[in-house]
């Protein structure tokens, strides 16, 4: 390995004058400056970053820990989060727990040992609460993602759930739908509370009475189950639209429905939490409550920075984001 001490015998410099040049700091001439910078060239000169990170006590690396990679939401939240750590001079380090606390101690423990400089978190669900205790009594710096963790205080960016739902069943009720089931993600994450409690809200504010049997909990990543519609399907007064909490529980409504000889809208409407990226736009058809996950990942990052360079103040911060009604062909007034 090309060391500063070969670049200043080549280039006929003293080790500090080099030194100097890679950092740009201190007085140094212009002919020299070039002088060096083209031996390092010739000689394939790379900067040893974990030995200047050990000097600094900054490695400029970041993690990013998402739920889900498989959900559109998260595909787009992790890319703005990307493009904004290249923007703000820090690299990216990526991180999947599939909606998994096993997968995500495993990541913890690696962010651990690698000595990045912060996290973007968006945490499998209240059991978090370990792993981010881990990190904060290492003195990590973390910004949470789209979810709340009783326990923790920290910087966070996150949607307005229970606002979107409460929109999201309001439209189903202008429609003129009575009877409205909720399929749930994990009573575990805030936005499954949220979304439950917005749901509850809408009914009561529109005169409608709360059937328990209209709701049924899953989790985020998807529904294969056929047994959670067939009990909602069965029921002696059956609904006649679904609010699924997020887009790939939307997705496998669709598929289940057209398994058993059902179509959206036509016997039944649905409408869900977040939209579906590209595919979205390519075939518009879900009715859908659309957060703007690039905007999570982006300000995300900069409060994350902002945090890691001391300028962010000592009380933590909170963005909320309202989420955009897209009205789309899944939702139709019931069928008579």
């Known amino acids: 390995m090309v060391t500063i001490y070969d670049i200043a015998k080549e280039a006929n410099v003293s080790a500090m004058t080099v030194s100097r040049v890679i950092n740009n700091k201190g007085r140094i001439s212009e002919a020299t400056r070039i002088k060096v910078r083209k031996v390092m060239e010739e000689l394939g000169y790379v900067p040893n970053t974990v030995a200047r990170s050990l000097v600094l006590q900054q490695t400029h690396m970041l993690s990013l820990l998402i739920a889900d990679i498989t959900n559109p939401f998260y595909t787009t939240l992790a890319r703005g989060a990307e493009d904004a750590a290249k923007r703000l001079g820090y690299k990216l380090l990526f991180g999947n727990s599939d909606e998994s606390m096993a997968k995500e101690k495993d990541y913890v423990d690696m962010i651990l040992s690698t000595r990045v400089d912060g996290v973007l978190f968006a945490p499998t669900g209240d059991t978090s609460l370990e792993h981010l205790r881990l990190l904060e009594k290492r003195g990590i710096p973390f ?30 009720i202008d429609l003129g739908h009575t009877r409205i089931a909720l399929i749930n993600g994990s009573s575990d994450t805030s936005t499954a509370r949220y979304r439950y409690l917005g749901y509850r809200e809408a009914l009561k504010l529109r005169d409608l009475p709360f059937d328990e049997a209209l709701v049924q909990e899953v989790t985020y990543r998807g529904l294969e189950d056929e047994a959670v519609l067939s009990t909602l399907l069965t029921l002696p007064n059956p609904p006649t639209a679904i609010f699924a909490a997020n887009n790939l529980l939307a997705l496998g409504i669709i598929k289940i429905l057209r398994g058993i000889g059902l179509s959206v809208p036509e016997d039944i409407s649905l409408v869900c939490y977040d939209d579906l990226g590209f595919a979205s736009e390519m075939n518009p058809f879900l009715t859908v409550a659309a957060q703007p996950a690039y905007q999570f990942g982006s300000m995300g990052m900069q409060l994350l920075v902002e945090r890691i360079q001391g300028n962010a103040g000592t009380n933590p911060r909170t963005l909320i984001f309202p989420s955009d009604i897209r009205v789309r062909s899944s939702s139709a007034p019931p069928v008579r």
């Open 143 to 172: 910004v949470l993602l789209d979810r709340e963790v009783p326990g923790i205080k920290s910087d966070i960016v996150q949607g307005d759930s229970k606002e979107g739902a409460r929109k999201l069943i309001d439209h189903l």
